[in-house]
């Protein structure tokens, strides 16, 4: 009877458990920060485990992972520099749109937000952002055009990625840009190294330095070799 009696009290507790499990799933999330301004504040995820500051976040390179619980609980950016009326830390509620497994939270600074910022999630996995790939997003509020070799691809104004994949070895290549309605004279044009075992975030922006055209580039790039020495340097 005893037996029946201790089973039946830990009976609700793993139906409880049971329950939890399916509502919450773990996710690798990194960070990138747009800027340095944005590198220099005081922010944390906040998920349904608690609350793990961000580390090392810098505008040239996407930090570590932090391995997120996600479910009914909002996954949130607190300012821990900034606190609300109640004296907590302000919130920003970082959405990420389902299907998406590796998710890179974009931070942007926002003055008029409460925390200061504003996300943007974009899909970081290697499946749908290729290494040896290029990754556009045209913040310029022009449509664009990227030409490479015998490749063109149109780049509308959009916070949504393009990518274009110049596949092949390594190799230099000239690469071009136009203005969508005037392809007779590029706006940019230099030399760009493909190389299958990297790929390159490119965040395509009005450009404040008149010697550099009309857009300029904000350029991420990761390393395959650098990741796979990473995650074995921090496996057990």
């Known amino acids: 009877m005893t037996l029946i009696r201790t089973l039946s009290q830990l009976l609700p507790i793993l139906l409880l458990l049971c329950l939890l499990d399916g509502v919450l799933h773990a996710?690798?999330?990194?960070?990138?920060?747009?800027?340095?301004?944005?590198?220099?504040?005081?922010?944390?995820?906040?998920?349904?485990?608690?609350?793990?500051?961000?580390?090392?976040?810098?505008?040239?390179?996407?930090?570590?992972?932090?391995?997120?619980?996600?479910?009914?609980?909002?996954?949130?950016?607190?300012?821990?520099?900034?606190?609300?009326?109640?004296?907590?830390?302000?919130?920003?509620?970082?959405?990420?749109?389902?299907?998406?497994?590796?998710?890179?939270?974009?931070?942007?600074?926002?003055?008029?937000?409460?925390?200061?910022?504003?996300l943007l999630v974009l899909e970081d996995d290697a499946s749908n952002f290729a290494w040896g790939s290029f990754r556009f997003i045209n913040a310029t509020g022009k449509p664009l055009v990227y030409a490479c070799e015998k490749?063109?691809?149109?780049?509308?104004?959009?916070?949504?990625?393009?990518?274009?994949?110049?596949?092949g070895e390594r190799r230099n290549m000239e690469v071009k840009f136009y203005l969508r309605e005037d392809s007779s004279r590029p706006i940019s044009s230099s030399i760009w190294e493909h190389n299958p075992d990297e790929r390159l975030l490119v965040f395509l922006v009005p450009s404040n330095d008149a010697r550099l055209g009309s857009v300029a580039m904000k350029?991420?790039?990761?390393?395959?070799?650098?990741?796979?020495?990473?995650a074995e340097d921090k496996a057990p």
């Open 27 to 118: 996710i690798p999330i990194r960070v990138l920060a747009w800027d340095h301004q944005v590198a220099a504040m005081k922010l944390a995820i906040r998920d349904a485990k608690g609350s793990s500051p961000i580390e090392e976040m810098h505008p040239a390179g996407r930090t570590k992972i932090y391995q997120v619980a996600v479910g009914e609980i909002p996954l949130v950016i607190e300012s821990l520099d900034r606190k609300g009326p109640d004296g907590k830390p302000c919130m920003s509620e970082i959405k990420i749109a389902e299907g998406i497994k590796q998710p890179l939270l974009v931070v942007l600074p926002d003055a008029k937000a409460s925390t200061g910022v504003r």
């Open 151 to 167: 490749k063109m691809v149109a780049i509308p104004p959009s916070w949504n990625p393009v990518s274009a994949d110049p596949g």
């Open 219 to 230: 350029m991420i790039p990761e390393n395959r070799k650098f990741v796979e020495k990473a």
